[in-house]
Each structure stands twice: as C-alpha cells, then as structure tokens.
C-alpha cells in the first residue's frame, strides 16, 4: 500500500505563488507514474499534472501550462508541483495520486490512478 500526504496550500493573492507537496510512504513510489488533480466545489475533479516514474515526459493541462511545474525527488519519496502566477479559478483542493508504472488508461483520468492523498485547499483572490 502507498500512503500520499499533500501539504503546502493556503490563501494567496492572485499573482502569487506556491510550492505543493505529496509525501508518499509505506512503498517507494519511484517507480510510479503520479499526477496532480484538482476539484472545486460542484465540480468534477479535473487534471492538473502529469509526471513519468522516470521524470519524462511530463504533461499540464492547458489552463495550467506555463505557470505550474511538476516535479518529483525519488529520492525523498516526494512529488512537487510549483505553482506561479496563481489565478482565482486556481482555487481547489489540490490532490496527488500515484499509479502503477504503465497502467492502463489515460495520463489525465482519475481512473488510471490507484492511490490517492487526501487533499490540500489552494484559495487565490482576487
């Protein structure tokens, strides 16, 4: 079993910037494909990230392209997204999750991904 914990949300001022973290214990997760996923309320929990066991390739959605940076240490066991020039509709709780290396299913699909963090709030204003 893998364990994922997120930390690292909090209230920005639009513009702003910040740096989230998934902690992955019970199993090392350097062979694991992981992503970032976020949900807003009343809202289906959409793709943010996507990043290889190997670091590459990595993919973004397009709302998200050029601001935000996904990035792992498998060394720490650890998976990152940098986050800059942050936006209202930015504003959701922030979820990691961890999938089998080559699993089936799409890289963005919530499906393809076993393991899940419990969420970290990421809140932009305006």
């Known amino acids: 079993q893998v364990q994922l914990v997120e930390s690292g949300g909090g209230s920005v001022q639009a513009g702003g910037s910040l740096r989230l973290s998934c902690a992955a214990s019970?199993?090392?997760?350097?062979?694991?494909?992981m992503g970032w996923f976020r949900q807003a309320p009343g809202k289906e929990r959409e793709f943010v990230s996507f990043?290889?066991?190997?670091?590459?390739?990595?993919y973004y959605a397009d709302s998200v392209k050029g601001r935000f940076t996904i990035s792992r240490d498998n060394a720490k066991n650890t998976l990152y997204l940098q986050m800059n020039s942050l936006k209202p509709e930015d504003t959701a709780a922030y979820y990691c999750?961890?999938?089998?290396?080559?699993?089936?299913?799409?890289?963005?699909?919530?499906?393809?991904?076993?393991?899940w963090g419990q969420g970290t709030q990421v809140t932009v204003s305006s």
């Open positions: 019970g199993r090392t997760v350097s062979t694991y494909d």
């Open positions: 999750a961890a999938s089998v290396r080559d699993a089936r299913g799409s890289y963005y699909s919530p499906s393809r991904y076993n393991y």
């Open positions: 990043i290889n066991w190997i670091s590459s390739p990595t």
